[in-house]
């Protein structure tokens, strides 16, 4: 348990909310490419998908390594839109939000998905969930004033 503390403690930083983005991203989408679909780097630590999402202004297919929260059903995930506690939101869950029909690589398997951005009641119950999950989720949420973007994507049929 050391190492998930340390490693959350680390990832709570500004200094790695300033690097992380540049870095892990590229990271994880080349050692999924090399393996073919089965290892995500940071998923070493936090379940992780590959979100194929429609770009909201381009219309071009968006592929974003990110860690999700899957619930207990195994048909849906939460997404965290935290940009690592950066300001602005990052540009997947726009995608999402204009164009909610994605697919993600879930351990190695590409599932066709639908998004849907949660709120109010629904939101604030996962929240609490995804902070028993993850902690430094409440960090990167006091770094910003914007609301943290939750999502729950779905399986379609």
């Known amino acids: ?13 500004r200094g790695f909310a300033r690097i992380a983005p540049h870095v892990v991203p590229a990271l994880d989408r080349a050692v999924h490419r090399l ?3 089965k290892v995500l780097l940071s998923a070493q630590m936090l379940p992780g998908v590959i ?3 429609t770009g909201a202004r381009s219309g071009l297919p ?22 690592f506690g950066r300001v602005g939101h990052p540009a997947w869950t726009a995608n999402l939000r204009a164009r909610p ?3 993600i690589n879930w351990k190695g398997a590409d599932i066709p998905v639908r ?3 949660l709120e109010g009641e629904e939101r604030a119950a996962v929240w609490k969930k995804l902070l028993v999950f993850w902690p430094p989720y409440a960090t990167y949420q006091a770094r910003v004033e914007r609301e943290i973007r939750l999502f729950r994507i779905v399986r379609r049929p």
């Open 115 to 117: 998004a849907q951005v």
């Open 101 to 103: 029909d994605a697919e």
């Open 51 to 53: 979100l194929t999402s």
């Open 35 to 37: 393996t073919r679909g």
């Open 62 to 83: 968006r592929r974003t390594p990110l860690a999700c929260m899957p619930e207990e059903d195994g048909r849906s995930w939460i997404l965290v839109g935290s940009n």
């Open 1 to 13: 348990m050391i190492g998930v503390r340390l490693v959350q403690k680390v990832s709570s930083t």
